[in-house]
């Protein structure tokens, strides 16, 4: 799909209008939010308690944009392969102030680092040593492209 950029107003909670800005470069999706007057950037991380949608949104919407922000923001900076990204994800790690020595430890045991399916720059991947790209989904970007 061709470069876009959508600013769309979602609803409004008890915080304010909540509202998002989604940049699709051709390549990179960049997705951020504001809600009210204090909050932005990556609103993603809490929840959002709607009182009131805005035109053209809905419960199951607001869904399917919170999953994809989640799965595909920053798609040109994710830090594992597919392999470990997918064990990670099996087997969350919750020590946020020390994730990447917990994970790379995590995917060292389950014989995923460095990643034996996934060569880069002619050597089996280490995990977080290079940022890696993965493809957003058509049917997603279709989905962001036509919202409100």
């Known amino acids: 799909m061709q470069a876009f950029e959508k600013k769309s107003f979602v609803g409004l909670t008890p915080e304010g209008r909540l509202s ?3 940049d699709w470069d051709g390549k990179n999706l960049s997705i951020t939010g504001s809600e009210g007057q204090n909050h932005g950037g990556q609103i993603i991380m809490s929840p959002w308690d709607l009182q009131e949608y805005a035109e053209g949104y809905n419960p199951e919407v607001v869904a399917q944009l919170r999953d994809i922000w ?3 923001h920053l798609n040109d900076m994710q830090a594992g392969s597919p392999a470990q990204t997918a064990y ?3 087997h969350p790690i919750t020590d946020r ?4 020595t917990k994970a790379c ?3 060292k045991a389950a014989g995923l ?3 034996p399916d996934y060569i880069h720059n ?7 040593t290079a940022w890696l790209r993965v493809e957003v989904p058509e049917d997603a970007l279709q989905f962001l492209h036509a919202l409100p």
């Not at 002619?122 to 977080?128: D, H, I, S, T, V």
């Open 20 to 22: 998002v800005h989604i």
């Open 113 to 115: 680092n460095p990643a």
């Open 88 to 90: 990670l994800k099996a």
């Open 70 to 72: 989640e799965r595909w």
């Open 122 to 128: 002619g050597k089996p991947y280490l995990y977080g």
């Open 105 to 107: 430890e995590a995917l």
């Open 97 to 100: 102030l020390d994730h990447y």
